[in-house]
């Protein structure tokens, strides 16, 4: 469904429910989006079923510049925007002068920066683990470069490279950086489908030891320069990326030499005090004490 497909005749609600995780480029969100947009112009009720948020209320990136919004950039928000579907839904229609949806909260829920473990529910073949919800936010971007996701492995988001990467030298370098949250280990793949299909790759596996001080971004920008200055060649950074990243300035960093990630997160970081604010009066749960 997008905004301009017509609702049948007849209807009286939409109702939607969907498991997310987390984070702007997950596709559910774009969809929920234009329910909302279609059910509002038909004059029929929007019913949300939310879900919690498996990444929690952590936010990570930046928004999304005037004019490039698509399918999975489609709301200025940060790429890790803390919120629920029920909460983003909230948010949207009332910049957008929509009709409110009804949205049936979570019962019991708090806003956690820890993925759900135990009772974490899959929506995705390639979203498999809480760990791989946590990734995703940072991995995601390699979608739009050279490098292999993980997409066509058992470890989709967090078994990240490409042919002829130095997956050693990467895991010392990102060892030396010292990202919370982070282990990590060289590793060599072979993806049985999507990007680099049947070739190995050299990388590395991402663990996360400790999610509430775990960063995805970081951890991704950091293989990002790595990769740009010790094998230009694989980054391969494209249109797509523009697209996953709201804009062309992620393109352009990793177009330059030397950029430190710092170039791009500090500016990200000092936006999320107004994000916060803006969303405020749309939440719908209470950050865990």
Same mark, same amino acid.
């Given at each position: 469904?997008?905004?301009?497909?017509?609702?049948?005749?007849?209807?009286?609600?939409?109702?939607?429910?969907?498991?997310? *995780?987390?984070?702007?480029?997950?596709?559910?969100?774009?969809?929920?989006?234009?329910?909302?947009?279609?059910?509002?112009?038909?004059?029929?009720?929007?019913?949300?079923?939310?879900?919690?948020?498996?990444? #929690?209320?952590?936010?990570?990136?930046?928004?999304?510049?005037?004019?490039?919004?698509?399918?999975?950039?489609? %709301?200025?928000?940060?790429?890790?925007?803390?919120?629920?579907?029920?909460?983003?839904?909230?948010?949207?229609?009332?910049?957008?002068?929509?009709?409110?949806?009804?949205?049936?909260?979570?019962?019991? =829920?708090?806003?956690?920066?820890?993925?759900?473990?135990?009772? %974490?529910?899959?929506?995705?073949?390639?979203?498999?683990?809480?760990?791989?919800?946590?990734?995703?936010?940072?991995?995601?971007?390699?979608?739009?470069? #050279?490098?292999?996701?993980?997409?066509?492995?058992?470890?989709?988001?967090?078994?990240?490279?490409?042919? #002829?990467?130095?997956?050693?030298?990467?895991?010392?370098?990102?060892?030396?950086?010292?990202?919370? #949250?982070?282990?990590?280990?060289?590793?060599?793949?072979?993806?049985?489908?999507?990007?680099?299909?049947?070739?190995l790759c050299g990388g590395v596996e991402l663990y996360v030891d400790d999610p509430r001080a775990w960063r995805a971004l970081p951890v991704v920008l950091e293989i990002l320069a790595f990769i740009r200055d010790r094998h230009g060649a694989s980054l391969e950074p494209g249109a797509f990326?523009?697209?996953?990243?709201?804009?062309?300035?992620?393109?352009? =960093?990793?177009?330059?030499?030397?950029?430190?990630?710092?170039?791009?997160?500090?500016? =990200?970081?000092?936006?999320?005090?107004?994000?916060?604010?803006? *969303?405020?009066?749309?939440?719908? %749960?209470?950050?865990?004490?």
């Amino acid at each position: 469904m997008t905004s301009r497909t017509p609702l049948a005749a007849g209807i009286d609600a939409v109702v939607c429910e969907l498991p997310d *995780v987390g984070c702007r480029a997950f596709t559910y969100l774009a969809t929920l989006l234009s329910i909302c947009r279609a059910a509002a112009e038909a004059e029929v009720a929007a019913v949300i079923l939310d879900r919690p948020n498996p990444i #929690g209320g952590i936010v990570e990136g930046g928004g999304v510049v005037a004019g490039q919004e698509n399918f999975v950039a489609p %709301y200025d928000l940060p790429l890790r925007h803390g919120l629920t579907l029920g909460e983003v839904a909230r948010l949207f229609c009332a910049e957008q002068g929509l009709a409110p949806p009804a949205v049936v909260p979570c019962d019991g =829920w708090q806003r956690t920066p820890i993925a759900l473990g135990s009772v %974490y529910v899959s929506p995705s073949p390639n979203m498999p683990t809480p760990t791989a919800a946590l990734a995703y936010p940072g991995a995601v971007l390699l979608e739009g470069t #050279g490098l292999s996701e993980g997409r066509g492995t058992v470890r989709p988001f967090t078994l990240l490279g490409a042919p #002829g990467i130095d997956g050693d030298a990467l895991a010392r370098h990102l060892a030396v950086a010292e990202l919370p #949250g982070l282990r990590v280990r060289a590793a060599r793949f072979r993806p049985a489908a999507s990007k680099h299909a049947g070739a190995l790759c050299g990388g590395v596996e991402l663990y996360v030891d400790d999610p509430r001080a775990w960063r995805a971004l970081p951890v991704v920008l950091e293989i990002l320069a790595f990769i740009r200055d010790r094998h230009g060649a694989s980054l391969e950074p494209g249109a797509f990326l523009d697209r996953l990243s709201g804009g062309t300035t992620l393109r352009e =960093w990793c177009l330059t030499s030397g950029a430190d990630p710092r170039e791009l997160i500090d500016p =990200w970081t000092a936006e999320h005090d107004a994000h916060r604010d803006r *969303v405020a009066p749309h939440l719908l %749960y209470r950050a865990e004490p």
